[in-house]
């Protein structure tokens, strides 16, 4: 499912509590700025950071570093806001969790108990779609693979690898991909994964297929269920 911009702000009337009174320690978590100046800010890796630590449902520690806009110069404020994408991903995670504290399914169950048309699922060895060269996966992928990102799935704006390049052909998961969830786990079956799933780790339409077995387990459209 495409990411989705999320803005988020920390207001700067927000009420800390000591480190010390929610179990944490204060000489500790000054160590946390120290860590982001040396290895990220100083050699720019990133421009500016903001960072919060809670303890249960206490804030207690609150530090922004760094500009939130550099060509400005201007500094990280604790009310800086953020545009933060993919939060479709941890709701649509929540949502099976649900489904999985009710004992509809384990975490190492294989995928291809619930989704048949996997159950051949192939590994990309040469060649462009849709003459691939293929071999067999090393263990069936498994939910916990879907969770973790380690299912061989990959994305089609990832441009990296010939099986990227069918996605993008198929349009499968990208922003304008039409049909429902149900097709493109019809032609996710017919392609290779990038890796046999456990081996490697590679952000994909993982979770899409999280939404499909929302689907499957709770009898409900995946739009409805989140209702």
């Known amino acids: 499912m495409p990411a989705r911009p999320v803005l988020v702000s920390a207001p700067p009337e927000l009420d800390l509590a000591r480190p010390e009174e929610v ?18 800010l100083e050699p720019e890796k990133i421009a500016g950071c903001l960072t919060l630590v809670a303890r249960g449902g206490k804030p207690a ?21 953020f545009r933060i994408y993919s939060m479709t991903k941890p709701i649509t995670s929540v949502a099976l969790l649900q489904l ?30 849709p003459n691939f ?18 299912s061989g799935l990959t994305y089609g704006f990832m441009e990296r690898t010939n099986v990227d390049a069918a996605y993008r052909e198929l349009g499968v998961g990208g922003p304008h991909a039409g ?20 081996d490697a780790w590679n952000y994909s339409v993982a979770t899409d297929v999280l939404a499909y077995l929302v689907d499957v387990f709770s009898g409900q459209p995946f739009d409805e269920y989140l209702q």
């Open 61 to 81: 520690y609150l530090s922004a570093q760094g500009l939130m806009d550099r060509e400005r110069g201007r500094a990280m404020r604790t009310d800086t806001i």
């Open 179 to 198: 049909g429902s969830l149900r097709q493109m786990i019809v032609q996710l079956a017919g392609l290779p994964l990038e890796f046999s799933p456990g």
């Open 100 to 129: 999985y504290e009710q004992g509809h399914f384990q975490l190492d169950d294989p995928v291809q108990k619930f989704i048949p048309e996997w159950r051949d699922l192939r590994v990309f060895e040469s060649g462009n779609h």
């Open 23 to 40: 179990g944490l320690n204060a000489a500790q978590l000054a160590r946390i700025d120290d860590h982001l100046r040396r290895r990220y």
């Open 133 to 150: 060269l293929t071999r067999p996966v090393d263990r069936p992928m498994t939910i916990r693979d879907l969770f973790t990102h380690q």
